[in-house]
């Protein structure tokens, strides 16, 4: 697969078995929280996130979470440690590999501010009543993302619903350091309405130079597309469809480490 990100040419050849599905839309056959909002053509909104004061509580919470979170995988961090040198504390993929594990399917109860507050914000931006619990497994979860410079860390292309468990929600990428127009998520606008056969992709999750994903990998698209990264600043979220094809974020950056939260909201039952 190759495509241009930051006018910077980026390529991954993913192994496996490829299929290029069918005519059939799946935004189509879902619940689409996109819908009645300004933004439901392109897939995505860019939208300020809470007031000033309780955004810097917000930020206070979130970096003490995430450097308790390395200090139980073992990393030197002291409270003052800058989260986007995080990079600087890594000498193997192994390594990174362990830390990241703590960092991942964090349980709701601990999103900062609690998770009533992101649920209420979020809500008013998509005009329905949203719910940090998936209906399909039950599961409450949040997760930081930590996408070193120049590295493979980031997912490679895909949609989440090629995942049966990531249907009918609503994505949130929140920046909480080194996220800039060179490192931040990057998606496809209005490939939510795309259908299967304009995209290859592999069967199951993508193996890419030695390292497995859950996802399946787009291997091709048809025809033109453009690959955008949004850049959501400080006190700002992204909210966008998992219907639409995002990721292959890679980090642009020579120096800086990418920390973000994701974040899936479902329709309020």
Request: glycine share 6%; proline share 7%.
């Amino acid at each position: 697969m190759k495509y241009e990100l930051n006018n910077h040419p980026v390529h991954y050849f993913p192994e496996g078995e490829k299929t290029s599905g069918t005519p059939t839309v799946l935004l189509h056959q879902a619940i689409d929280l996109t819908a009645s909002t300004a933004w439901s053509k392109a897939g995505y909104t860019v939208e300020s996130l809470f007031d000033k004061d309780t955004f810097g509580l917000f930020q206070s919470e979130a970096t003490l979470l995430i450097l308790n979170c390395w200090q139980n995988a073992g990393l030197p961090v002291s409270p003052g440690f800058k989260l986007d040198q995080y990079h600087t504390l890594i000498d193997t993929q192994a390594q990174h590999l362990a830390a990241v594990a703590h960092t991942k399917l964090l349980p709701a109860t601990k999103f900062p501010l609690g998770i009533h507050r992101i649920e209420k914000r979020i809500a008013e931006i998509c005009g329905t009543e949203l719910m940090a619990k998936n209906p399909f497994d039950n599961q409450s979860v949040f997760h930081f993302r930590v996408v070193r410079p120049r590295s493979n860390d980031n997912n490679p292309l895909h949609r989440d619903v090629w995942l049966a468990d990531y249907a009918n929600c609503i994505n949130l990428y929140l920046p909480i350091a080194g996220s800039n127009f060179n490192t931040s998520l990057s998606l496809i606008p209005g490939s939510h309405h795309w259908p299967e056969n304009k995209v290859e992709r592999t069967r199951e999750g993508a193996l890419i130079h030695n390292t497995k994903f859950n996802v399946p990998a787009v291997s091709n698209i048809e025809g033109t597309y453009e690959m955008i990264r949004p850049d959501p600043q400080e006190n700002e979220v992204l909210v966008f469809s998992p219907y639409l094809i995002h990721g292959g974020a890679v980090n642009l950056t020579p120096n800086q480490t990418r920390i973000s939260i994701e974040l899936r909201l479902w329709k309020k039952l």
